[in-house]
């Protein structure tokens, strides 16, 4: 099946890349993290200290592991993105497969941090701190679940030899997950460092 | 293209272990470390949004609407934290 298609110009501002819709829930999503993080930061400057103290429970390691897997998993999907529409049909599969282990690797690593903090009986109402650590973190969670399950869609509508999804179709799935990205990269310093 | 996306990816993995290394010698002034953490959460945010995303290809409008929201945040979050 002939891959190459006409493409719209992403240079109109009804056509960014993915589409139009996407980048409306992009942004709408980058806004409500966005206050979230400007709440957490205000509630940190009226309690520094406890803060502080809350901060240093976290596991700073697994943090930032977590982000260098979230990054290569976006390379990933970049590289799928341009295989795909080159008509690289079984290379895009190849890195969409590998998109997905990264974020499966990011559920794993997040799934135990937040194991060691249930055993540490720290949770959602121990203090601000953590009611905005579980709530942002949770959140974001449930957006990588739901980028998994939209690239999961994509890779078995792409696997049988005869189907295939438009490029239009991957570049949305693709432009979720860099959002998945973009917000970690934001949540990240946030939470784990700057307190 | 793939160099370049290889190049990228290289950049973010180097910026988030120069945050991780600055980090462990636990520098003084940390309230302008604050700042630094959130510069390189700036400019990884624009290398993912313009190389992964392909927000370069995209019109005017989305590459300022985004970039905008990004440094608000940051700008707000840094000065809140110092």
Known sequence: MELIQERPDNKNIFYPPGGLMIWIIILLELVTFGLGLIGFAYYGRMEPALFHESRLQLNIGLGTVNTVVLLVSGYMMASAVGCYRGGGKKRAIHFLKWTLLGGGIFICIKSFEYYEKFTSSIDMEDNMFFTFYWLLTGFHLVHVLVGMVILGWMLYKMRPVDTDISVDDLESGAAFWHMCDLIWLLLFPTLYLIF | ?82
């Open chain 2, 1 to 82: 293209m793939k160099n370049q996306l290889l190049l990228t990816l290289t950049g973010l993995i180097g910026l988030t272990l120069l945050t991780g290394l600055v980090l462990i010698f636990e520098w003084s002034m940390f309230g302008l470390l604050a700042v630094f953490f959130m510069t390189v959460a700036g400019v990884k945010f624009y290398l993912v949004a313009f190389e992964f995303m392909e927000l370069a290809k995209a019109n005017r409008f989305w590459k300022v609407t985004l970039m905008a929201i990004c440094f608000l945040i940051l700008t707000v979050v840094s000065l809140l934290a110092i």
